[in-house]
């Protein structure tokens, strides 16, 4: 049964640093990754997709990585700003539906 | 741009009644999801429907629960009888056809349910 897992589970940091999240999964079986950010009380907005054929995606100052026979994928958010804070969620894609972590809570101070 | 968009934002019922939460996917996309987030906990799935027809569901999809896409844009999770533990936020999501060597295609969701049985 694929588990997704992701660390830290919270991350406080100062405006402008680069910062990395980290998300693993069990089963290296997977289709795609996807990166989802959430705002409190808010859906799932969509920020990057990870085939699994590919090693990377990048949008912006968003850089995600996905090493499928290590089960890790990592988001690599460049030159933080406090607009940035909120839930990102890394989920798989296992047959068509999504399989997500538990999220970190990323809060970035002016 | 095209989005998913849902209806209520906001639902609150009573234990034992019957609700009917409403998406309308993206238009030209042909898979679509239903998933619901416990207030703290993961995000998870719950149902996946593709040619008018169950593709997929998880066990939390018991009986007490149906999909049904009644016209070609409306795609409805319809809880018979709600208890107190299916009090959460219910997302829908859509994706386009399959896409073959390339794999399956990102998955759009919409604004969410929250759905309170009290």
């Known amino acids: 049964k694929q588990e997704v897992t992701q660390i830290p589970a919270a991350l406080s940091v100062p405006e402008g640093e680069n910062l990395v999240l980290n998300c693993s999964f069990t089963?290296?079986?997977?289709?795609?990754l996807q990166w989802f950010r959430q705002d409190p009380g808010k859906g799932l907005t969509s920020l990057l997709l990870i085939q699994s054929s590919q090693r990377e995606q990048t949008s912006g100052r968003l850089n995600a990585s996905l090493d499928k026979s290590s089960g890790r994928s990592t988001l690599y958010i460049a030159a933080s700003q406090p607009g940035d804070s909120a839930t990102y969620l890394c989920?798989?894609?296992?047959?068509?539906?999504?399989?997500f972590g538990q999220g970190t809570e990323l809060s970035v101070k002016p | 741009e095209p989005e998913v968009t849902q209806t209520p934002s906001h639902q609150v019922t009573q234990m034992g009644q019957e609700v009917i939460l409403r998406c309308v996917p993206i238009s030209n996309h042909l898979y679509f999801y239903w998933y619901r987030q416990i207030l703290g906990q993961k995000v998870e799935f719950l149902v996946s429907?593709?040619?008018?027809?169950?593709?997929?569901k998880s066990e939390i999809f018991d009986d007490q629960f149906s999909v049904e896409r009644p016209d070609g844009s409306n795609f409805t999770l319809k809880i018979r009888s709600t208890k107190l533990e299916d009090s959460a936020m219910y997302f829908c999501?859509?994706?386009?056809?399959?896409?073959?060597?390339?794999?399956?295609?990102?998955?759009?969701f919409g604004p969410g349910t929250r759905l309170t049985v009290t």
């Open positions: 989920a798989v894609s296992s047959r068509g539906k999504l399989i």
């Open positions: 429907f593709y040619n008018n027809e169950i593709s997929e």
């Open positions: 089963d290296s079986a997977i289709y795609n």
């Open positions: 999501a859509s994706r386009t056809k399959r896409g073959g060597l390339a794999g399956d295609y990102e998955q759009y």
